[in-house]
């Protein structure tokens, strides 16, 4: 069974659309990061949430943490093709090893 | 630049034959992680080290696997008696420490193993 549940698992969308990617799980973590990786290369971590109802922002990007720490969603606003990529939600609890779900690909056609 | 390296980038062998990965952290980082990535999954943790230890390998699928970081720097994984199935491309990562809630880990790019 999958700890972090990740959807939509592929995600296909035309330049300026908005997206939202969901990471769920029936756990409690202590915090949650959201990693980007390119092919070929190693994910790279863009934002970590850590308080219940926690919304932090990058730019186009925004990452909003559950109330019960438990989910976490990615939003992007006006998707560039810039934007494709694997999007990996990853979960720490306490001082227990990450746990990944296994990633949103997304492709942003121009 | 600085930050984590892995070699090879890609390991082609033979059922049955022995093989070690190589990883440099970033200089300064005392953990270091293995994760192994499957074909549409996320990384699987593997093993952590702190230093020169293993603080935790309970990721390693069986005794084929093993890795050492002898001087708390560069780590070697080593794969025994290599399967099919353990074909993946293989993460290292490094960390200032384990000990932040923020944990923030860098990753190298990865070596691609293939077992034929």
């Known amino acids: 069974t999958q700890l972090l549940e990740q959807s939509p698992q592929f995600l296909s969308i035309q330049e300026g659309e908005n997206l939202t990617v969901y990471c769920n799980s029936s756990?409690?973590?202590?915090?949650l990061q959201w990693y980007r990786q390119e092919p070929g290369e190693g994910p790279v971590l863009l934002v970590t949430?850590?308080?219940?109802?926690e919304v932090k922002k990058l730019k186009r990007l925004t990452f909003q943490f559950g109330d019960a720490r438990k989910d976490s969603s990615l939003h992007i606003t006006a998707a560039q093709p810039g934007d494709t990529g694997l999007y990996l939600c990853a979960g720490l609890r306490g001082n227990t090893p990450l746990v990944f779900g296994k990633g949103t690909r997304l492709s942003v056609i121009a | 630049g600085a930050g984590v390296s892995q070699t090879p980038s890609n390991k082609v062998t033979e059922k049955g034959k022995y093989v070690e990965l190589r990883c440099d952290p970033i200089?300064?980082?005392?953990?270091l992680y293995w994760y192994r990535q499957s074909l549409g999954q996320g990384p699987e943790f593997l093993i952590y080290f702190q230093g020169t230890g293993a603080a935790d390998d309970s990721g390693l699928p069986n005794d084929r696997f093993f890795a050492v970081r002898p001087e708390g720097s560069v780590s070697t994984l080593k794969i025994q008696r290599t399967e099919r199935g353990d074909s993946a491309v293989y993460l290292c990562?490094?960390?200032?420490?384990?000990?932040?809630?923020?944990?923030?880990?860098?990753f190298g790019p990865g070596t691609r193993l293939t077992v034929l």
């Open positions: 949430v850590v308080t219940g109802g």
């Open positions: 990562a490094s960390s200032l420490s384990m000990t932040s809630s923020y944990n923030e880990q860098f």
């Open positions: 200089s300064g980082h005392t953990a």
């Open positions: 756990s409690v973590f202590s915090s």
